[in-house]
C-alpha cells in the first residue's frame, strides 16, 4: 500500500475533505507534536466526545440551551461527601449569589457569596 505524506505547506485550499483527501479515521492525536489551536470557526455535524483531566471548562456563549431534564452536579464523587454544591450566579460589581446544597446543615440555601 502506498503511503502519501502532507508535508508543510502542502494543502493549500481551505477546505481539506476527509472523503476524497484524508482517509476516515487517519487522523490521531499521537500524530500531533502539540495543541491543535483553530483560529476560526469549527463545526461538528456528529458527536463529541472529550477525554482528559481538565479541572474546568469554559462555555461562552450568549444563551446556553440545555435539552437535558436533569443537570448533575459533583458527578463522580465517591464517599462521605464535604461539599457545598449548587449554581453561583456571577453579577459582576455585585456580590454574587447562589443557590445550594448546605453540606454543613444538611438544607439547601439562598445565600451571597
Do not use: C, H
Not at 481551505?14 to 476560526?40: D, E, P, Q, R
Not at 431534564?69 to 462521605?80: E, R
Amino acid at each position: 500500500m502506498a503511503v502519501t505524506r502532507i508535508k508543510n505547506n502542502q494543502i493549500s485550499d481551505s477546505t481539506i475533505f476527509a472523503n476524497n483527501k484524508v482517509a476516515a479515521g487517519s487522523i490521531v492525536g499521537s500524530l500531533f507534536a502539540s495543541n491543535l489551536t483553530m483560529t476560526s470557526d469549527v463545526l461538528i455535524t456528529g458527536n463529541l466526545q472529550v477525554q482528559g483531566a481538565t479541572s474546568y471548562s469554559t462555555l461562552a456563549s450568549t444563551n446556553t440551551y440545555v435539552n437535558d431534564p436533569l443537570i448533575v452536579l459533583n458527578n463522580g464523587a465517591t464517599g462521605a461527601n464535604s461539599k457545598d454544591i449548587g449554581l453561583v450566579f456571577e453579577l459582576g460589581d455585585d456580590t454574587n449569589q447562589m443557590m445550594i446544597w448546605d453540606e454543613s446543615a444538611s438544607e439547601f440555601a439562598l445565600a451571597s457569596t
